[in-house]
């Protein structure tokens, strides 16, 4: 290994464990910033850094700005530091733009984000269909420079034809967002401003007429500021219509709801006008409870809640495509499977107990779904690689597997970063595919099951490791349970235990380190070095030895 490389490598390691370095580095540790002992169910828990958390006191900012130039101090005398700054930093550069969170129309209109090298933030645009430019309907960079405080986007839904917009925008790193509605095709602003809007649960009717949105309470003279995530409520409003006209139709004090303070609601409306769908939230559990009203009988204002689940059913997540209501669900199946409520009949009066198993448990972990005109798309993790697969609008259809032109990560959960959502109107999907040699771009999956880069995203040739390779394992733990790893490394490479190597764990909150191209592991298996990440359970991807 030249010098260079060697550099590169021992920069790497150490900016790994730089944190620690940093600190035992350090001109002065810091002095008593408590303690401060609390008891909890009779357990006394002392906090001696609790002190720390008063970021206004002279005396915390200077121990801050210490510890922030003796690590700085600490990288900056890295050999090869320099080195692996202009990798980063040349492959960021590289890529012109990053396109993400593609919405589809049956008119052929894309709404997506879009973040151009040099920005901060990324913007909302539109791509008419034929060959008009693309328009940007939500710049937060230029509201910024002409109002003043720092804007930030945090979430947006569109109407089901794309002409509605509903878009939320937060200032100043607060997460109190405000939701505004725009028509598409003029990029005009109509009716006020909605707040308290922050949670991100928006639904338009087919016929963009009306939208339901999640709102939490109005603060009382008296409240406490933790008391704005009690008793949130669904409104249903008109694009452009005074706020005083919305009208609640899910949460406390709805006819026939019983929820709890806590609970958090949102409410659906299905794409061909026939239901609504409201799904309950409770704190952390990922069970939720689920319920169902004809939507006709929203609309008129007597919603007729039918209540299909609770928590005790488990059921984690809920999709609606043409007739079928698709339940996610780990009932006696820890990693998760598929049922379906048929809803085809006009008189169908749904319940949990005839749901039928469209997708079985297996040992692949069912992770999210998604629906499109031509079937229900699941994504399923096999180890530390997502699959995808399809099942038809049908009774009697079966799972097909859908071949991807690289083993990675996507995700079709509606909650998840970079999610991948289908049109119900619109057959086929965009993914968002990205894998440990190959960076993140959007792929077109047919209905006819195959799949094309759609060339939406950038690319470059520092975009892929073409000398690379990545090896996915199963180690066994402790207790017999197969926990996957992915090693990263030169094509050609004995992995007998010679190399320099990064090895990454996490395993807390459910989390797992699925694949992805990363700029630090890019330099560093180019200089020669072994990049190894093991998801240490969490992410529900181990599997037990028989």
């Known amino acids: 290994m030249d010098g260079v490389r060697a550099g590169v490598c021992k920069a790497l390691v150490w900016g790994v464990c730089a944190w620690a370095w940093a600190v035992q580095a350090s001109p002065s540790a810091p002095l008593q910033w408590g303690p401060v002992v609390e008891k909890h169910f009779g357990?006394?828990?002392p906090d001696p850094y609790r002190g720390l958390e008063q970021v206004r006191n002279p005396r915390v900012k200077a121990w801050l700005a210490q510890q922030s130039q003796a690590a700085q101090a600490s990288l900056a005398a890295l050999p090869g530091q320099a080195e692996v700054l202009r990798q980063m930093v040349e492959q960021d550069a590289d890529l012109p733009a990053r396109v993400t969170d593609v919405r589809r129309f049956p008119n052929g209109q894309r709404v997506f984000l879009r973040r151009q090298t040099g920005e901060e933030q990324f913007k909302l645009v539109v791509q008419p269909a034929g060959e008009a430019p693309a328009k940007v309907l939500v710049d937060p960079e230029a509201l910024s420079r002409k109002r003043g405080p720092v804007y930030a986007l945090n979430y947006f839904q569109t109407s089901l034809d794309g002409r509605w917009l509903a878009y939320a925008l937060s200032r100043d790193g607060s997460e109190d967002a405000t939701l505004r509605v725009m028509d598409t095709a003029s990029g005009k602003v109509v009716g006020p401003a909605i707040d308290r809007a922050e949670v991100g649960a928006?639904?338009?009717t087919p016929d963009g007429q009306h939208l339901a949105v999640l709102r939490l309470q109005a603060p009382g003279p008296q409240a406490r500021a933790q008391d704005r995530y009690l008793h949130?409520?669904?409104?249903?409003m008109q694009p452009g219509a005074p706020l005083q006209q919305a009208r609640k139709i899910f949460g406390p004090g709805v006819a026939g709801v019983r929820v709890k303070p806590e609970d958090v609601p949102e409410v659906e409306f299905s794409h061909d006008g026939r239901?609504?769908?409201?799904?309950v939230y409770t704190g952390t559990q990922q069970d939720v409870g689920l319920w169902l009203a004809p939507a006709a009988s929203v609309l008129e204002g007597r919603p007729q809640w039918r209540k299909l689940a609770d928590a005790a059913d488990r059921v984690v997540g809920s999709a609606y495509g043409h007739g079928w209501l698709y339940l996610r669900s780990r009932q006696q199946a820890p990693n998760y499977q598929i049922l379906a409520v048929d809803l085809r009949s006009e008189h169908a009066k749904p319940a949990l107990a005839d749901a039928q198993v469209v997708v079985p448990h297996s040992e692949r972990v069912v992770m999210g779904m998604t629906v499109a005109e031509d079937g229900l798309y699941v994504e399923s993790r096999d180890g530390n690689v997502k699959r995808l697969s399809k099942r038809a609008h049908r009774a009697d259809a079966a799972v097909q597997e859908v071949a991807l032109p690289i083993d990675g990560a996507f995700a079709l959960s509606s909650d998840a970063c970079l999610a991948s959502v289908g049109h119900p109107q619109v057959p086929g999907l965009v993914l968002d595919l990205q894998g440990w040699l190959h960076l993140r771009q959007l792929y077109e999956v047919r209905a006819d099951g195959a799949v094309r880069n759609t060339g939406w995203q950038p690319t470059s040739p520092l975009a892929t490791l073409p000398d690379a390779?990545?090896?996915?394992?199963?180690v066994p733990s402790h207790d017999g349970a197969l926990v996957p790893m992915s090693i990263v490394h030169r094509k050609g490479l004995v992995l007998d235990g010679s190399h320099p190597t990064v090895l990454?764990?996490?395993?807390?909150?459910?989390h797992t380190e699925e694949p992805h191209f990363s700029a630090f592991a890019a330099s560093w298996v180019k200089a020669g070095g072994v990049y190894a990440v093991a998801n240490v359970r969490g992410g529900g991807q181990g599997r037990r030895l028989v």
């Open 43 to 45: 357990v006394a828990v």
């Open 202 to 204: 928006v639904s338009f």
């Open 232 to 236: 949130s409520a669904v409104w249903l």
């Open 275 to 279: 239901w609504a769908m409201a799904t």
């Open 469 to 474: 390779q990545a090896t996915e394992v199963l």
């Open 504 to 510: 990454w764990a996490y395993g807390a909150y459910g």
